[in-house]
Each structure stands twice: as structure tokens, then as C-alpha cells.
């Protein structure tokens, strides 16, 4: 599964992608030059259940840490995740 990325520098988006139909998705702002924030996140029905969403924010935390950047979980689907993943505590802001 290839999780994709999108970033014009004020705004973003880590996506998968089927048939160039985007069935995952994130979303996320830049907050300065040291903070994204995650305002959303949905998955397709049809991949519910897959593990799609915790890849969607497995890749904002790579992004962040190799970029050193710090994330704000506003979306409760990534929020949720940050709880249960102490080892994302390293570019939770």
C-alpha cells in the first residue's frame, strides 16, 4: 500500500489511491514553519477495516520527524491514534 503525498507549503494532503480515485485521505495545514495541523482524515467504506487510516497518519509522522516538525492532532480520528501510539509522542505537539 503507497501512501501518497501532496504539499503546496500552507496546505497538504497524504492520500491512497486506487484507479486515481482517492479512497484515503488526510489532510493537514502548516502552522508556521515548526507545526502541521490534521484537520481530517476519511477513508472509503470499501477499505474500512484495513488499516488504511493509521497508514495515512504512520506517513504525517514520518513527514514530521524528517522534517522536523511537530503535529497537532485536531482530526479525532488522528487524535485518537496519537493516544494510542506513545511512540508518535517524539512530533506530537
Do not use: W
Not at 502552522?31 to 504512520?58: F, M, R, W
Request: charged fraction near 30%.
Amino acid at each position: 500500500m503507497e501512501i501518497q503525498q501532496n504539499d503546496n507549503e500552507k496546505k497538504g494532503e497524504f492520500f491512497y489511491e486506487v484507479d486515481g480515485k482517492k479512497l484515503g485521505l488526510m489532510t493537514y495545514s502548516h502552522a508556521g514553519a515548526d507545526k502541521i495541523i490534521i484537520d481530517h482524515t476519511e477513508v472509503d467504506e470499501s477499505l474500512k477495516g484495513q488499516g488504511v487510516g493509521y497508514k495515512l497518519v504512520e506517513a504525517s509522522v514520518i513527514y514530521a520527524r524528517e522534517n522536523n516538525l511537530k503535529i497537532m492532532p485536531l482530526c479525532p480520528f488522528a487524535n485518537a491514534v496519537f493516544k494510542k501510539r506513545s511512540e508518535y509522542n517524539d512530533v506530537r505537539f
